[in-house]
């Protein structure tokens, strides 16, 4: 790759012969050529600038000075890039084809450019010349990018930041480095540019540590013992679960943008952790609250509530017996009963945002709207009131399930009643938060045991469950609309989760 830089200060493009990119040059994989402008002056004065048609403060550079010295810059002799033939892989070219011309990019720096981001430098990278043409004062007269891009050049006025520098000189030295870093052979470890921040999926890195394992009172034995596991699988998890949270804490423009495509299931778990959701067939996270359910959430609970149970029922059933069950069980009526009973937690998956029309397995699905509720839960606790009754809608505890002893010889069960997503959002990670949260619920209602019941044939259900630490303790018979079905009976200990 060919570099050229033109500054009224070539001194301070000195820095280039310094560190890695100093050594790439020396080495032969960059070739660099810092240009003086005002070797293209034609006075006495070496004149680069003048005052600013129309008044106003400040100078402005000179499109003439510009032209000549770009003119000739941009004419240098560059080796040929190889034909398509010669590149591996590539098609073989059709016979008398012309070699391809080499890429020459004139990058311009201004605050007023597209923002240089690391996609622009990962597509600059490919170029075979690049040229920096570094303003100073009020910048270079606007029709010297105009005219370049009119007569056939790639020109990009790209700005490094939102914020004003004194000269084109610093952004042009950020940029090369951005670049320069992404050409084989520059960097010692080839590697350590493939899981960096805004790499990939775009997120920003996790963070890193080193030796000692302990300094100032921070050990990270024990605040993170995974990372000397040794196990490199719960390592690489681990660290891409750091990396969107801290993505979504400091940068969330960034997961707004991220390609849905490039995530897995865990990065959909963590982002669900972190606020955001992203949907199958979405091409971008959108996002995602879990709050307590409140009064005015009532008729569209209901309405979430009738829709997805359904989908957790077995075949056999019918129509007529699922909705029976739908009334006596999940009608508004019962969920404000929940809502007003403090030994029931109703927690609600939101999309305070809505959800744009995307292709779900194939069909369209329409939009959602602004505060859809798509996921809930309800967490019941196995407490008699004032006159011995029990939460309206607790299913008798199956015998499988034993309630341990807490350190006061007192034991509590908590049924997990409840937790549904909407079927559009299945395998978004929201199931997997809307369980944790259940967990801590019934870890603050005092549990020494949490318990559900579900379908035996449900075992999408049964492995999600699974996941965050519930396993099989037996079975049960469960009524719907008058039918008998059979569930599997799953429990877990949430004792210690609130600080987990
Ligand atoms: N009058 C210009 C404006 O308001 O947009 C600012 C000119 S600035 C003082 C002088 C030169 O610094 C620019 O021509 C450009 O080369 C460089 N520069 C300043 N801020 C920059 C940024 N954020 N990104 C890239 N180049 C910048």
């Not at 804490?249 to 995530?263: N, Q």
């Not at 669900?272 to 359910?293: C, E, F, T």
């Not at 309206?392 to 010889?409: E, K, N, S």
């Not at 469950?465 to 303790?473: K, N």
């Amino acid at each position: 790759m060919r570099l050229d830089v033109v500054s009224i200060f070539p001194d301070y493009l000195r820095v280039l012969e310094l560190s890695l990119i100093g050594r790439a040059a020396t080495d032969g994989l960059l070739d660099l050529h810092v240009h003086d402008l005002r070797d293209w002056t034609r006075d006495r004065h070496r004149t680069v600038d003048d005052t600013p048609i129309g008044g106003g403060a400040g100078m402005v550079m000179k499109p003439d000075v510009w032209g000549a010295a770009l003119d000739d810059v941009l004419a240098a002799p560059l080796p040929a890039a190889p034909a398509p033939g010669n590149v591996k892989d590539a098609p073989a070219p059709p016979p008398g084809a012309r070699p391809a011309e080499p890429r020459r990019v004139l990058v311009i720096p201004t605050p007023s450019g597209d923002l240089f981001t690391q996609r622009t430098a990962e597509d600059l990278a490919g170029a075979a010349q690049l040229v920096f043409a570094c303003g100073r004062y009020e910048g270079i007269d606007a029709r010297v990018a105009e005219y370049y891009a009119a007569h056939g050049v790639e020109v990009r006025e790209a700005s490094i930041g939102d914020y004003v520098l004194n000269g084109g000189e610093a952004a042009a030295l950020v940029m090369i480095e951005a670049i320069a870093r992404l050409r084989p052979g520059v960097l010692g470890n080839p590697d350590s540019i493939v899981e960096e921040s805004h790499t990939g999926a775009g997120l920003l890195e996790y963070p890193v540590y080193t030796r000692p394992v302990a300094w100032r009172g921070r050990d990270l034995s024990t605040e993170q013992p995974v990372l000397l596991s040794g196990d490199h699988a719960r390592i690489a998890r681990h660290r891409r679960d750091q990396a969107i949270t801290r993505t979504a804490v400091r940068r969330p423009d960034l997961v707004a943008g991220i390609d849905t495509a490039l995530l897995d299931a865990g990065d959909r778990v963590a982002l669900a952790r972190n606020g955001w959701v992203a949907p199958a067939g979405g091409s971008h996270p959108v996002p995602l609250v879990i709050r307590p359910a409140r009064e005015p959430d009532l008729d569209a609970l209901a309405d979430l509530a009738a829709r997805t149970f359904p989908d957790a029922c077995p075949s056999f059933l019918t129509a007529d017996q699922v909705a029976a069950h739908i009334a006596a069980n999940l009608s508004p009526q019962r969920l404000a009963t929940w809502l007003e009973d403090p030994r029931v937690v109703l927690t609600v998956a939101e999309l305070p945002d809505g959800l744009p029309a995307l292709t779900c397995d194939g069909a369209a699905a329409e939009p959602l709207p602004r505060g859809a509720l798509v996921g809930y839960s309800a967490v019941l606790a196995e407490l008699p009131d004032a006159d011995g009754a029990l939460p309206v809608g607790l299913d008798p505890r199956p015998r499988a399930v034993t309630v341990p002893d807490d350190a006061d010889g007192a034991g509590l069960a908590v049924e997990l009643s409840k937790v549904y997503v909407d079927a559009r959002l299945r395998g978004s990670g929201i199931a997997a938060v809307l369980l944790a949260e259940a967990i801590c619920d019934a870890d603050t209602l005092g549990a020494t045991v949490l318990w559900l019941g579900t379908n035996d044939a449900n075992r999408r259900a049964q492995k999600a469950y699974r996941r965050v630490g519930f396993r099989r303790a037996g079975t049960r018979t469960y009524d719907v609309g008058g039918q008998q079905c059979r569930d599997v009976v799953m429990v877990v200990d949430p004792r210690g989760s609130q600080q987990a």
